[in-house]
């Protein structure tokens, strides 16, 4: 149904989307469709402690979605990036360390910063299969 509103007026009915409503209740539930994708990119269980998602746009304007994992080790203070993480992403990830390294003082991490290496990894959940 939808894909045949589409046709008849794509912009007027682009957005559109379905619901019901539960006379009993008064409810408006949304009822999702197969052309939305990507509905399950994003688990409802909680995320493991260091563990993060975030959107991102590349230069195509391609959207992209990542779980960012870090872990951590005993070091020195570095920060190692897991392969597969570059461009704009990778940048903004240095960026981060960068600026949470200038402020390890004044945040009270210097010495856990100092003796602990850090280990980031960003998964590309497009990639993934849905469940």
Known sequence: MKEQLKKMGSFEYYQTSFSCIDHETREERYVGVP???GRDL???DPLQPGSV????????GKV???RIEVGCSSG???LRIA???EGVLKEAIQRAFAYIQGHKVSMGIAQAF???DFHVQAIDRRRQTFR
Do not use: R
């Open 83 to 85: 392969g597969g993480v």
């Open 114 to 116: 100092d003796t602990t």
């Open 35 to 37: 052309e939305e994708g």
């Open 42 to 44: 994003i688990s409802a």
């Open 76 to 78: 020195t203070g570095k």
């Open 64 to 66: 992209g979605l990542y």
């Open 53 to 60: 998602y975030i959107a991102s746009v590349d230069d195509q």
